[in-house]
């Protein structure tokens, strides 16, 4: 199968979201969670201009309702003919709190209930209005403005039944019609005039200041509630950016000592007193700087470690090559070449263990764990060092405690280093025809891998020193430098990684001996066949 490239672009282009990122990373988390709260207000606050919606439903029932009066008045006006006319128009005046007026078929005023005696109508002076009248009017004023409501026309007085627009749609098309006005105080006025007998024509006129004063009331209410609210929403949002803020502000300077190289004098808090994920993340991040402190430690240990193991061969190399150039008897010269030869084997060695050792935990890092069938591997292994042949006649056994594959999560060619160094490490200390054993058994949720030799054991005390870097408690009849010291080191590092333990204890079967003991958690992953 060819493989697909996609076709390169000329530029990068950023993404909305990438934009929006980097404005938002601009921005001090304080600010953010400020900024994030007041929008939500805003949103409240946005209730103002539902006002003005609720305020022209309830202007269109009081035009509706204008409407049905007016022609129930004409009606009845009709009904009760002229000589009750003036008396009708002032009950009426007085039941429905409208002002009533009468206009004849040639436009003039024929009967007026403010004339009569009722002043229900009265429009308010705003230049003798009290001040929160003033800062209610202006906030009409502004919440109109921004809703881009339309305004309407200011209410005047008219002498003529002509003049008024409904009065003269009335009379013209014998319907019922009705116009809201503004008054000078910003209060909806509301005339509506209906057809009577004798092409006349009754107009009603009515101030509904009410209607203003229960949308300035919830304004009111709505303004106290979200000032409130805002103040709340400030105050909580200026104790989260404290509880946040403040810790991550230590965690970052504590993070920057730390890159300034200055790791060991630097306490990263934990804050144990926190629970959250802030808590989480300082434990974590003193967790991480105590093992890079860990991490520095053992690398700087590790490099006087190996300028000391790299120094002896080269002790001995330079002796011996000082030493041709003085002697002259050809038997010690090829003593002398004998001992550069080895040195230098032993400084390949060296160098080659010592590359692997510092790689390999960055490579464990690194790899990808797949199922491991380590019996398998074990039976492999051991068949392939059996074809080989041993040395001095030992002999190896492997017992499989148990049926089925014996999975494991990890690296096969790792896991199958350690089974060898330990192999290896059994045959030398073996005597001649002992016997080296290999057991491999589940424990519960554990593989449990034994091997055992026949040799002198290693002493209690030194148990974990074995498995230190250069560490190497060799046979006495084994030459010297033909171990790095490295090997059970390496093995230990590869079995934590593989979150696994190895360790090293006394057969109890015997008086000499060791048994080096390897635990694995077990893993239910089918194998998979390619």
Do not use: C
Request: charged residues 30%; glycine residues 8%.
């Amino acid at each position: 199968m060819a493989p697909v490239i996609a076709s390169p672009k000329s530029e990068w282009e950023p993404e909305a979201g990438d934009l929006a990122l980097r404005w938002s990373g601009q921005i001090s988390l304080t600010r953010r969670i400020l900024a994030v709260n007041i929008f939500v207000l805003l949103l409240i606050a946005g209730g103002f201009f539902y006002l003005d919606s609720y305020r022209s439903r309830i202007v269109d029932s009081r035009v509706a309702q204008a409407l049905r009066e007016a022609r129930l008045i004409g009606e009845a006006i009709t009904a009760g003919g002229a000589r009750h006319r003036d008396e009708l128009v002032v009950r009426l005046a007085q039941d429905t709190g409208v002002r009533v007026r009468l206009y004849g078929p040639d436009g003039k005023l024929v009967a007026d209930s403010r004339r009569l005696g009722v002043r229900n109508f009265r429009l308010a002076d705003p230049d003798r209005d009290p001040t929160g009248q003033g800062i209610a009017r202006f906030l009409d004023t502004t919440v109109d403005t921004v809703v881009n409501a339309p305004r309407a026309p200011l209410y005047r007085e008219r002498r003529l039944g002509a003049e008024w627009p409904d009065a003269h749609t009335a009379r013209e098309q014998r319907i019922v019609s009705a116009t809201v006005w503004r008054a000078p105080d910003r209060t909806p006025v509301i005339t509506a005039a209906a057809p009577i007998g004798g092409d006349g024509v009754v107009l009603t006129t009515v101030n509904a200041r009410d209607i203003t004063q229960t949308v300035r009331v919830e304004r009111y209410r709505l303004g106290v509630v979200l000032l409130v609210v805002t103040l709340v929403s400030v105050l909580v949002s200026l104790f989260l950016a404290r509880t946040i803020v403040r810790p991550l502000r230590r965690l970052a300077r504590a993070a920057v000592r730390v890159r300034l190289g200055r790791a060991r004098e630097v306490v990263v808090p934990r804050l144990p007193d926190r629970r959250d994920e802030i808590g989480s993340l300082a434990r974590a991040l003193s967790d991480m700087s105590l093992a890079l402190r860990a991490r520095i430690d053992a690398t700087e240990a590790f490099a006087a470690d190996v300028t000391h193991e790299l120094k002896n061969p080269l002790a001995s190399l330079r002796s011996a090559v000082d030493g041709l150039g003085r002697v002259k008897d050809p038997a010690l010269q090829a003593k002398l070449l004998q001992i550069v030869h080895d040195d230098v084997h032993r400084l390949d060695r060296l160098i080659t263990d010592i590359s692997e050792a510092s790689r390999l935990d960055a490579q464990l890092s690194r790899a990808t764990f797949e199922p491991v069938d380590v019996a398998a591997m074990l039976e492999g292994l051991l068949g392939q060092r059996g074809e080989r042949g041993v040395e001095r006649g030992v002999r190896i056994r492997f017992d499989r405690l148990g049926s089925g594959p014996f999975l494991v999560l990890g690296e096969g060619a790792r896991l199958e280093r350690v089974f060898e160094n330990l192999l290896d490490n059994a045959l030398s200390f073996s005597p001649e025809g002992g016997l080296v054993t290999v057991a491999a058994a589940r424990e519960r949720n554990e593989l449990v891998v034994r091997v055992e030799d026949e040799g002198p054991g290693v002493p209690e005390d030194a148990r974990e020193d074995v498995f230190r870097r250069f560490q190497s408690i060799r046979p006495a009849t084994e030459a010297f430098g033909q171990h790095s010291g490295l090997g059970l080191a390496i093995a230990r590092t590869i079995v934590e990684g593989h979150q696994g333990q190895i360790t090293v204890e006394s057969r109890e079967d015997r008086l000499a001996g060791a048994r080096f003991v390897i635990r694995l958690p077990l893993t239910q992953a089918p194998i998979l066949e390619g």
